[in-house]
């Protein structure tokens, strides 16, 4: 894994813009802390940070290669897992090689087949290929958006990076925020909408898009989406082709030249990736796979069963470590680090995220980084397959909004008679849900109860698990940690669409058919577990501090967030036993704490950032 960044422009010569290009690369050092690498050329300037994980000698970048009188050079983050079997098509063409790098496949690809070889790719990527004798650049991002790639036009130029840090690095682009931005933090935050930067002129080039940005100007093209038709299969084929599919994944994604663990929580979707794993290691002769969990000090004194976290994992985990003979080891996080670590999230993410399930993600793959440079995680199953409780509670497939998001009314009671009024949230978060709607695929003929399942699974997929995948690749790289999700493999992903809900929902269980497809890999207890998500804290000493940090802010009259919220209220909140947030605000896991806590994430971010609010 890598961060990528670069610079476009038709007037400024950029062979003299270095200590910019520079300034915009060095702020992915922590994404690529092995090595840096820089291009330049009067109109175009790559930068690019190295994480090594395949051919530490060839696979240097910005890399450079010519061919009939083009030279082509690619910045590129993310992997490749079939890089062997188009390596091996692309030399039957007669094209040859000098490393055995992904990063030269990639390039060598393009210059093949050009955007259609993006058809060809299985991996999670975003890259950034410059002709220079066609003065044209071409970006592109991974089917489902694992990998991050921010962008934005200026007069005479382009900008873009891994990350939005990148691109507030340059002079010309400043942390400014209008009515839109700020409704995507105070309306469908910690979410964002598919494209979105938050910050004015910044945008994200959507999850299955390419680019193509030259002097005539821009255009974006979508290479992939679901496609709906009937699925054929019987629920035993349907099993049996899941297996297959998600042991393919996980074996495909091993392949690496530095250590490699899965994170094991004891659930169906991490057991699962982890018994593929280990059992190819053990095919291979190589010692034990190792795991890592993560849980909280004192956590089992306080835990707290609801609906949606059912049941801790801490019982679990030493259950299916033993039974598939892994090396395990579990990482505690107290409450004054998890605290402390929600200023590192946002500086992560460069906007307010998950609270405490980002600092405590980030603290945990800090441990993991310190045994392992590449991990598995079964992070997208539940989108993938249907395990949240709202796929099947009649309140959220009712709510008529997004069903992580239906405390809209509470929400806006935070902010202040101003702000209510310039970003009319409820209109903003009802816009946003119906413009997902219209994208959805419809299937001809499908009954009301399966257009609705359909409708469902398609939010999952496209607003929702880019959350979490904005999550897991922020706080991993955020580390130096290379984190990869088998189970967003879009081959699972195509496959599993168009399964009827009757047959996901298999024995009238979240991920029926998963678990039917798992049969035998896993004990039984394990293989029927009920779902329970990322584990959080639940020691009040998390709440008190938490509740003392925004009560100092209501305090200060300095704060930037003061004119955002309605104070009052916030602090009636703070100083209340948070009975309003008893159930979740967003997600599964964002109570009252977490609403505190993602409050005191704004404060940070508009100082830290200097966010001018225009």
């Known amino acids: 894994m890598c961060g990528i960044a670069g610079w476009i422009d038709w007037e400024i010569n950029l062979v003299q813009q270095r200590q910019v290009i520079e300034a915009m690369t060095a702020t992915l050092t922590h994404r690529g802390p092995d090595n840096q690498g820089m291009w330049l050329s009067p109109r175009a300037a790559l930068g690019h940070r190295r994480l090594i994980v395949v051919d530490p000698e060839g696979g240097g970048q910005p890399m450079v290669r010519q061919h009939?009188?083009?030279?082509?050079?690619?910045?590129?983050?993310?992997?490749?897992?079939?890089?062997?079997e188009i390596r091996q098509e692309l030399k039957y063409l007669g094209y040859t090689f000098q490393s055995r790098s992904d990063t030269e496949v990639l390039l060598i690809s393009f210059i093949a087949w050009g955007p259609a070889c993006l058809q060809r790719l299985n991996g999670i990527f975003a890259f950034a290929i410059w002709d220079d004798m066609a003065q044209s650049l071409f970006m592109a991002r991974d089917r489902l958006g694992i990998k991050p790639l921010f962008y934005a036009q200026m007069d005479h130029g382009l900008l873009f990076g891994s990350e939005i840090k990148a691109i507030l690095a340059h002079p010309d682009i400043k942390p400014?925020?209008?009515?839109?931005?700020?409704a995507e933090v105070l309306v469908i935050g910690p979410a964002r909408t598919p494209g979105h930067g938050i910050f004015r002129h910044v945008k994200e080039l959507r999850p299955g898009y390419y680019m193509i940005y030259g002097r005539s100007g821009m255009d974006i093209h979508q290479y992939w989406a679901l496609d709906s038709h009937p699925h054929g299969d019987d629920i035993n084929t349907t099993a049996d082709t899941i297996r297959w599919?998600?042991?393919?994944?996980?074996e495909r994604q091993l392949v690496s030249d530095v250590p490699v663990c899965t994170l094991l929580s004891g659930g169906l979707d991490s057991s699962a990736l982890t018994a593929f794993a280990a059992a190819a290691f053990r095919r291979q002769g190589r010692d034990p796979l190792h795991t890592y969990s993560v849980d909280y000090v004192d956590n089992h004194r306080y835990f707290r069963r609801s609906a949606f976290q059912p049941n801790s994992d801490a019982d679990w985990i030493p259950i299916i470590s033993e039974f598939l003979g892994t090396q395990h080891h579990r990482v505690l996080i107290d409450t004054p680090e998890l605290v402390d670590a929600l200023k590192a999230a946002v500086h992560a993410r460069d906007i307010p995220g998950m609270a405490d399930v980002d600092?405590?993600?980030y603290l945990f793959c800090c441990e993991i980084k310190k045994g392992a440079t590449v991990a598995l995680s079964g992070?997208?199953?539940?989108?993938?397959?249907g395990g949240y409780p709202w796929f099947y509670r009649e309140d959220a497939l009712n709510a008529n909004t997004f069903p992580w998001s239906i405390k809209t009314k509470e929400r806006c009671a935070i902010l202040s008679p101003d702000v209510l009024k310039r970003i009319k949230p409820e209109e903003y978060l009802a816009y946003r849900y119906e413009e997902a709607l219209k994208e959805v695929p419809r299937l001809s003929g499908e009954d009301a109860k399966g257009a609705r399942m359909r409708e469902m699974f398609y939010l999952n997929l496209t607003r929702w698990m880019p959350v979490l995948l904005d999550r897991k690749d922020r706080m991993s790289m955020a580390t130096g940690l290379e984190v990869r999700v088998p189970f967003c493999d879009h081959r699972i992903v195509e496959y599993v669409w168009n399964i009827p809900w009757d047959i996901k929902y298999y024995n009238q269980r979240e991920k029926g058919i998963l678990r039917h497809a798992l049969t035998g890999l896993l004990p039984e207890d394990i293989l029927w577990r009920k779902k329970s998500p990322y584990p959080k804290t639940h020691h009040p000493a998390y709440l008190e501090s938490v509740r003392r940090w925004v009560l100092d802010i209501l305090s200060d009259p300095s704060s930037p967030l003061l004119p955002l919220i309605n104070i009052d209220t916030v602090r009636s909140i703070a100083q209340s036993n948070m009975d309003i947030f008893d159930l979740p605000w967003f997600g599964q896991l964002m109570t009252g704490p977490q609403l505190l806590a993602y409050l005191a994430q704004i404060d940070t971010w508009l100082r830290d950032y200097h966010v001018t609010i225009v």
Request: glycine share 8%; charged share 25%; net charge negative.
């Open 359 to 361: 600092s405590s993600l």
């Open 245 to 250: 599919l998600v042991k393919d994944a996980v």
């Open 68 to 84: 009939n009188g083009h030279t082509y050079t690619i910045v590129y983050n993310g992997e490749l897992y079939n890089t062997d």
């Open 379 to 385: 992070e997208c199953a539940d989108e993938v397959f």
């Open 176 to 182: 400014e925020v209008d009515a839109e931005g700020l």
